[in-house]
């Protein structure tokens, strides 16, 4: 069982910046993908960004790209995701997510086995 826990979310005014945190139980070569997903109130969850322990570019979703940066420590076991120069479109539930080793393209979530229980994440003034 691969257990995941999210954390640094919080209130934070338009422009801001946040980084959260998604530490793993255990990262294994099954599991190697780690995965950012949001979702806000009446939305469908979304993938944010994505990236793989054993290398190959990450992913992000367009409305992301250039403010978001996500990055592993995999000697902590800790996956980050960097927000800068957040919208208020940006405020949802974080989660983070594991699946197993797989294509280039991460970012749908029913490609995900374990999930974390999700961290809030509010973008307002």
């Known amino acids: 069982q691969l257990q995941l826990v999210e954390s640094g979310g919080g209130l934070v005014q338009p422009g801001g910046s946040l980084r959260l945190s998604c530490v793993g139980s255990r990262f294994t070569f099954d599991y190697d993908t780690i995965g950012w997903f949001r979702q806000a109130p009446g939305k469908e969850r979304e993938g944010v960004s994505c990236?793989?322990?054993?290398?190959?570019?990450?992913n992000y979703v367009d409305s992301v790209k250039g403010r978001f940066t996500i990055s592993r420590d995999n000697a902590k076991n800790t996956v980050y995701l960097q927000m800068n120069s957040l919208k208020p479109e940006d405020t949802a539930v974080y989660y983070c997510?594991?699946?197993?080793?797989?294509?280039?393209?991460?970012?749908?979530?029913?490609?995900?086995?374990?999930w974390g229980q999700g961290t809030q994440v509010t973008v307002s003034s």
């Open positions: 997510a594991a699946r197993p080793r797989g294509r280039s393209y991460c970012l749908n979530p029913l490609d995900y086995h374990y």
């Open positions: 990236k793989s322990a054993s290398g190959g570019n990450p």
